[in-house]
């Protein structure tokens, strides 16, 4: 108390903790001056009354000014408890405003029996008649704390709950009932007036346990800190006032004291009591996480709706005849509020219903409609929930997946890193995202999955939740832009570097001649020099090819048609793959006209031709078609680099042996072959890839090893008249 006195700050920390910078240049009217003053003068008051009643009772007890003035004294000491639990009250906010709110309608009901008590003393009615209705008063000023502590109204929304009024209108009937059946009734049979004493002792200690329990129960089940600190608060208050009521009420009934002795002191000290405990409360908003956690976690105490009309079936069976119009009317009462309650209830519950429905078709609409998968697991890797887009990724139906496990529905080789990250995030509580790959049916599907902790309303990890993404194609697209700019770096290099040796070589191949020309007529330095002059040769003929590669050779376009160029090459496709090979052609009629160098394109078929010849050895089909192909913007979306339009197609297949998909890879990279060392430059596809590149199109192969390989070449279309035409027949059959 003296630390309260000489730290007055402590009574308004929650104004300081508000603004602890503010400058201390504060005006003498601000607000929190005007709290700090106000809390400080209630606090004087409160110790001063306590002390000049234990004045009042060293110098005038057992006598009639001092009884008087000793209650008195405690009534102002109950006036400021009440201002005390309305200040506290307006510096609060949702549950803890009212919860203050209550106490100070409890404390201020019996300081109102106190000043009742006063006005008899003063008008010098008869005892009896005056602790008949004082006795009211300071039996049922508890009813409002019992509604703060036991009233399902303490949620923390700021609108008014209707039934707050029904329950307590339960426990006001409740606690009459009790009242009448114990004081009421108990005096016709009672023949002492000290055994009526002793009864009101058992009964006010019995409504005291209930009450305590009460207020340290919500103290014990409350999730909130605030709440938890403001009901042990009120239940501090109450246990010294039931200390003392019993103290008190026994010492009155054993010995027959009146007022004005020094047991008086124990009424003022719980009043002193209230007051410092209600000065010094500090509310901190807890936010809505806290809220959310309190109104799901607390207890529900529904009591007044069922209990209380039971116990007063039961209290009125025993006390009906003694006044039968009172308990009836009492029985009315009761179940009437408890049957409207239930109807609130019902409908707050059909509301509830309504909107946890909608909520829930909402949630399904939203996760059936979406393209990801989405699905929950529990501790043990049982799926407890998943959309139709999951269970179709696994290939199964919903009720094929719930309840299972991965080991049961996915491949062995495709559960080991599933699992894994599951563990991890049961383990750790954190999120991990991660590439997972599928397997079914020997075909590999590529995930991007998130999993996230999934927890209870404890706040305990339950399962994992995830939400899984398809992105094979996303993958595929990737390793196509990979492989176009590794394929247009390679060719710009390759491009310099066929500059500078086509330099070089123009160098050595004109010395070259000049020196066979100085050595005509000598067999033995000229034969060499014309070595020289055909490796120079062979060396240009490369140099072209890598040019040719990186698009940076000279063309010399036409419109033509794709037909006449390659039914021109039929005899010396024949010579070039030999007769253990088939050629089938299949030519498209009215194929669409394309620009391109006649020349390059001949090149692109003869090297195609030539790589078909080299996979099959032993004899296949080299099959020649043409097409009118119009290329959709989904197709173009799937390719990189890749326009959409209409398209002349000419494709070279094969029946050989095929390729795999690393060496398809790699298939277009200059110097890159299969064949064994000195079979091959590496560069007769490489050139087809540059050729076409430059003339505006795309090259797209398609092969597995054992069915043979497709090479697709797409030219786009031009409406204009044909530019070149084939001199001398062309052999356009089809065998």
Not at 170 to 198: C, K, N, R
Not at 242 to 266: H, K, R
Not at 365 to 371: A, D, H, Y
Not at 717 to 733: C, K, L, M, S
Request: with cysteine; proline share 4%; aromatic share 10%.
């Amino acid at each position: 108390m003296e630390y309260l006195w000489r730290h007055p700050h402590g009574l308004a920390r929650l104004e300081y903790a508000r603004d602890a910078r503010q400058p201390s240049s504060l005006s003498p009217l601000s607000p929190q001056n005007l709290s700090t003053l106000y809390h400080r003068l209630l606090l004087t008051a409160a110790v001063l009354g306590f002390l000049a009643h234990a004045l009042v009772l060293a110098l005038l007890r057992s006598q009639p000014q001092g009884r008087f003035l000793s209650n008195f004294l405690q009534f102002l000491l109950g006036v400021a408890a009440f201002l005390a639990m309305l200040d506290a009250g307006r510096r609060s906010q949702r549950a803890a405003r009212g919860t203050w709110y209550y106490a100070a309608a409890a404390i201020g009901t019996y300081t109102a029996g106190q000043l009742v008590l006063i006005g008899c003393g003063l008008l010098r009615q008869q005892q009896r008649f005056s602790l008949r209705i004082t006795d009211q008063f300071f039996f049922f000023w508890v009813v409002p704390l019992l509604a703060a502590a036991a009233v399902d109204t303490l949620g923390w929304q700021d609108r008014f709950d209707p039934t707050l009024l029904l329950d307590f209108g339960q426990l006001v009937i409740l606690g009459l009932a009790l009242h009448v059946y114990v004081f009421g009734d108990a005096t016709q049979w009672q023949s002492h007036p000290q055994e009526m004493e002793f009864l009101k002792v058992k009964v006010r200690i019995l409504r005291d346990v209930l009450i305590l329990s009460w207020l340290w129960g919500r103290t014990w089940f409350a999730r909130s800190r605030q709440l938890r600190g403001l009901f042990a608060r009120l239940g501090i208050f109450y246990l010294a006032y039931s200390a003392a009521d019993a103290v008190y009420l026994y010492v009155e009934a054993a010995w027959q004291i009146s007022p004005g002795t020094w047991f008086d002191l124990l009424w003022s000290l719980p009043r002193l009591l209230a007051v410092v405990l209600a000065l010094t409360w500090i509310w901190q908003d807890e936010g809505e996480a806290n809220a959310v956690a309190e109104r799901r976690s607390r207890v529900r105490l529904w009591i007044a709706p069922v209990i209380v009309p039971l116990a007063m079936l039961a209290i009125s069976s025993r006390a009906f005849s003694s006044a039968p119009g009172l308990w009836a009317a009492l029985m009315v009462g009761s179940f009437a509020l408890a049957g409207i309650r239930l109807l609130v209830m019902q409908s707050r519950q059909d509301r509830t219903l309504a909107d946890l429905h909608d909520s829930n078709e909402l949630l399904h609409s939203i996760i059936e409609g979406t393209s990801e998968a989405i699905y929950l697991k529990d501790p043990d890797g049982r799926y407890k929930l998943i959309n139709s887009a999951g269970a179709r990724y696994m290939g199964r139906s919903l009720k094929e997946v719930l309840g299972r496990t991965d080991q049961e529905l996915l491949s062995p080789e495709t559960i080991g890193p599933i699992l894994k990250t599951d563990h991890e995030v049961l383990s750790t509580g954190r999120s991990v995202t991660c590439e997972e790959d599928l397997i079914q049916e020997g075909a590999t599907r590529t995930f991007l999955s998130t999993k996230n902790p999934y927890r209870d309303s404890e706040g305990r990890i339950a399962g994992v939740l995830g939400i899984s993404v398809e992105i094979t194609e996303h993958r595929r697209m990737e390793e196509q832009l990979r492989r176009a700019q590794r394929m247009e770096s390679i060719g710009a290099f390759s491009g310099a570097i066929a500059h500078d040796f086509s330099n070089l070589l123009t160098v050595i191949k004109g010395y070259s001649q000049l020196t066979q020309s100085e050595l005509a007529g000598q067999p033995g330095p000229s034969g060499h020099l014309e070595q020289i002059a055909k490796a120079a040769d062979r060396a240009a003929a490369l140099i072209r090819q890598l040019l040719a590669f990186g698009s940076q050779q000279v063309l010399q376009t036409r419109v033509i048609n794709l037909n006449d160029v390659i039914s021109h090459l039929h005899k010396m496709l024949r010579r070039l793959i030999g007769e253990h090979i088939e050629i089938v052609t299949h030519f498209a009629v009215n194929l669409w006209a394309v620009k391109a160098d006649p020349g390059q394109i001949e090149q692109v078929v003869m090297n195609l031709a030539a790589n078909a010849r080299d996979a099959m050895p032993h004899g296949g089909e080299l099959i020649l078609e043409t097409a009118n192909v119009h290329l959709d913007k989904a197709y173009a979306r799937a390719n990189v680099n890749v326009e959409a339009g209409d398209y002349a197609m000419f494709a070279v297949s094969d029946t050989g042996i095929g390729m795999d998909m690393e060496t398809q890879v790699r298939i277009f990279e200059p110097f890159f072959t299969t064949k064994p060392v000195g079979k091959g430059t590496g560069l007769g596809l490489a050139t087809a890839y540059g050729i076409v590149k430059q003339s505006g199109g795309y090259i797209a192969v398609d092969s597995s090893p054992g069915t043979g390989s497709a090479f697709r070449i797409y030219l786009p279309r031009v409406n204009q008249p044909i530019q070149y035409q084939i001199e001398g027949p062309t052999d356009r059959a089809v065998s």
